[in-house]
């Protein structure tokens, strides 16, 4: 496997080549009140909480500003945030929150170590965090767990001028969308003509795609020391290995509130194999020969399960993705032919077997490069895999290391 090492650092480093910066339209608002148009680094709501980096055109240098410098920063047509301070774990801290609603009151949104966090202003501009921590009861011996829900309770102080908004509150989610909507209803129903503003009613929907995909792969074989001594025709190197066809389907989706630009694909197809060992031994006390050749067909049905990275470019998008891998022997043949030769060059003894070492189903891991592209305004994927596995089924000693090609068209 030595002889494959440097695959994995030439894989990280052509990486590292590729800024995973998402520059896009929009402006920021300094503390002076200065609006500069420019573009923004479009990141999570994690990243986007803690500092916003911008620029005032594509092909100059980046300047990084923290919840201090700036008052709110905004995508154009998109997303809108701004530096307010809030209370985390009985601390004062600065943050950009995203602002979902603008009116006689304000929604916002944090995403602080995993966990979405709501807040609302009211009509004084005080700002209330919107709980709903899980509480734990513990009643004739047993613990029960149940969601606080008191976000409801605080939003009855916010929203006291409207009986029918109050009565709404009993039932509430605890959900962006909900909280939107109710505070446009009484946003309406208290004010009559103002106007408001409504920067996202629904958070981002997962982006799915599927459809088939076609590609080739090459098996080496690497022995190491762990490789017991009844396989040493399986030390040297196959003389013959070609490349095999590979033709079947993947599925990826997206995942918008963590990042997203972060993929879980899942790609399962059918695939077909052919190696051949001739080996050749000669003992040195006596000075017979032995003779190994050795046909392996087999047919695999091979699953990958990766977490795939794309990285943010305009015409060609840079991917990368680590995962697991295993494959699945639906159908083999296999022949070992031996032929014992004395010191004379005569034949004492032939063997055939048709039983294979090999393990029906390897597990292993997988990386991968690759990018997409648009073909007559189609997106089509090129997926570069690496993926290693042990070979026989009840010894060590003896792996195989697959490099393949996968193509995919999405069909949605």
Request: charged share 25%.
């Amino acid at each position: 496997m030595k002889n494959y090492y440097w695959w994995l650092p030439c894989l990280f480093l052509s990486l590292s080549a590729y800024s995973q910066s998402d520059f896009r339209k929009g402006y920021i608002v300094k503390v002076n009140q200065d609006t500069i148009s420019g573009f923004v680094d479009y990141r999570s709501n994690t990243s986007n909480s803690k500092k916003c980096i911008f620029k005032k055109s594509l092909d100059t240098k980046s300047k990084t500003y923290t919840p201090s410098n700036l008052i709110s920063f905004q995508f154009e047509n998109g997303k809108n945030y701004k530096s307010e301070e809030v209370s985390i774990k009985g601390l004062s801290e600065k943050l950009f929150l995203e602002h979902l609603f603008d009116g006689n009151t304000n929604i916002f949104i944090s995403s602080q170590n995993g966990k979405e966090h709501f807040y609302i202003t009211d009509e004084k501009g005080k700002f209330h965090e919107l709980k709903n921590d899980e509480k734990e009861v513990l009643r004739n011996g047993k613990t029960y767990v149940f969601d606080s829900h008191e976000y409801r309770t605080t939003l009855t102080l916010v929203f006291y001028k409207s009986k029918n908004i109050l009565n709404e509150l009993s039932t509430l989610a605890f959900n962006r969308k909900a909280l939107i909507k109710i505070a446009k209803n009484y946003h309406i129903e208290i004010t009559k003509n103002e106007s408001y503003k409504v920067y996202g009613e629904k958070a981002s929907k997962p982006h799915q795609s599927f459809g088939p995909i076609i590609g080739l792969s090459h098996i080496t074989v690497s022995a190491n020391n762990e490789l017991q001594n009844q396989f040493y025709y399986f030390k040297e190197s196959p003389t013959k290995n070609t490349p095999s066809p590979l033709v079947g389907f993947f599925y990826k989706t997206n995942f918008p509130k963590l990042n997203e630009r972060i993929f879980l694909q899942w790609s399962t197809y059918i695939s077909f194999s052919n190696v051949e060992w001739a080996h050749r031994r000669q003992e040195s006390l006596y000075h017979f020969t032995e003779k190994n050749n050795i046909n392996l067909k087999r047919t695999l049905w091979s699953n990958n399960f990766s977490v795939k990275y794309e990285f943010p470019k305009r015409k060609i998008k840079p991917t990368f993705q680590v995962g697991a891998f295993n494959n699945l022997e639906i159908s083999s043949e296999y022949q070992h032919d031996y032929e014992l030769k004395d010191t004379n060059g005569v034949t004492t003894r032939t063997d055939q077997t048709t039983e294979s070492p090999f393990s029906k189903l390897n597990l292993g891991f997988l990386l991968g490069t690759g990018f997409q592209t648009e073909i007559i305004d189609k997106e089509i994927y090129f997926d570069f895999l690496y993926q290693r596995s042990g070979l026989l089924d009840k010894f060590e000693g003896l792996n195989q290391n697959i490099f393949s090609l996968v193509i995919g068209v999405p069909i949605n």
